[in-house]
């Protein structure tokens, strides 16, 4: 079983920067995929940022020039730092890692979720 422990959200004001930050542990042979989403009140849940095992990225049009996803494959940990943000970014945003617990098996767990509120 792995466990992800999601961190960093709050309030900030337009403009301002957040870090989120998701680590994971538990029964962890490898990690591939890590990625961030997000959902708004009365909004699907969305994609906001994946990266790959070997660090090649993607971002929803929306955050491209203003987040950035990383990660720390020795502690397990994926990072969205999240500058000039704006009201619409304000929803619960939730990390997402695709992983191995063994060789030759698969599956993805997601976070708790972390609010994030862009407000004035």
């Known amino acids: 079983q792995v466990q992800l422990v999601e961190s960093g959200g709050g309030l900030v004001q337009p403009g301002g920067s957040l870090r989120l930050s998701c680590a994971a542990s538990?029964?962890?042979?490898?990690?591939?995929?890590m990625a961030w989403y997000r959902q708004a009140p009365g909004k699907q849940r969305e994609l906001v940022a994946s990266?790959?095992?070997?660090?090649?990225?993607n971002y929803v049009d929306s955050v491209k020039g203003r987040f950035t996803i990383s990660r720390d494959n020795a502690k397990n940990t994926v990072y969205l730092q999240m500058n000039s943000l704006k009201p619409d970014d304000t929803a619960v945003y939730y990390c997402?890692?695709?992983?191995?617990?063994?060789?030759?098996?698969?599956?993805?767990?997601w976070g708790q979720g972390t609010q994030v509120t862009v407000s004035s």
């Open positions: 997402n890692i695709n992983y191995s617990p063994r060789i030759g098996v698969r599956s993805d767990s």
């Open positions: 538990g029964s962890i042979f490898s990690i591939g995929a």
């Open positions: 990266i790959t095992s070997s660090g090649s990225t």
